[in-house]
Nanobody, 124 residues
Framework: HVQLVESGGGSVQSGGSLRLSCAVS??????LAWFRQAPGKEREGVAL????????DYADSVKGRFTISHANAKNTLNLQMNSLKSVDTAMYYC???????????????????WGQGTQVTVST
């Protein structure tokens, strides 16, 4: 049984940093990812990680500012977010894909399991 539980969201001023964590129970993930969804917008994949190769991929909007990592021993997925901007304000979700091999996919529909989300609010 797979369960994903996010933590670490909150409010921060523009230029600040936050670190999100996702406790993953169960195994079998080919890809782990962080998505975000702002009000009135589609869910966007911001950072992806292939569990076997360790390869990562980022949305252009967060490249150089966000870092995704996976602590294998604790089976925890992390997202370090630096130089935060107001446009980063959204609900952030971690997700797991068990079905697709190869490079991690960006579409939310390709992910099997989701956490409940954690809110990130960046104020100017």
């Amino acid at each position: 049984h797979v369960q994903l539980v996010e933590s670490g969201g909150g409010s921060v001023q523009s230029g600040g940093s936050l670190r999100l964590s996702c406790a993953v129970s169960g195994y079998g993930a080919h890809c782990l990812a962080w998505f975000r969804q702002a009000p009135g917008k589609e869910r966007e994949g911001v950072a992806l990680l292939a569990t076997v190769s360790g390869a990562t991929d980022y949305a252009d909007s967060v490249k150089g500012r966000f870092t995704i990592s996976h602590a294998n021993a604790k089976n925890t997925l992390n997202l370090q977010m630096n130089s935060l901007k107001s446009v980063d304000t959204a609900m952030y979700y971690c997700a797991q894909d068990q079905d697709h091999l190869g490079s991690c996919l960006r579409a939310a529909a390709d992910y099997n399991y989701w956490g409940q989300g954690t809110q990130v609010t960046v104020s100017t």
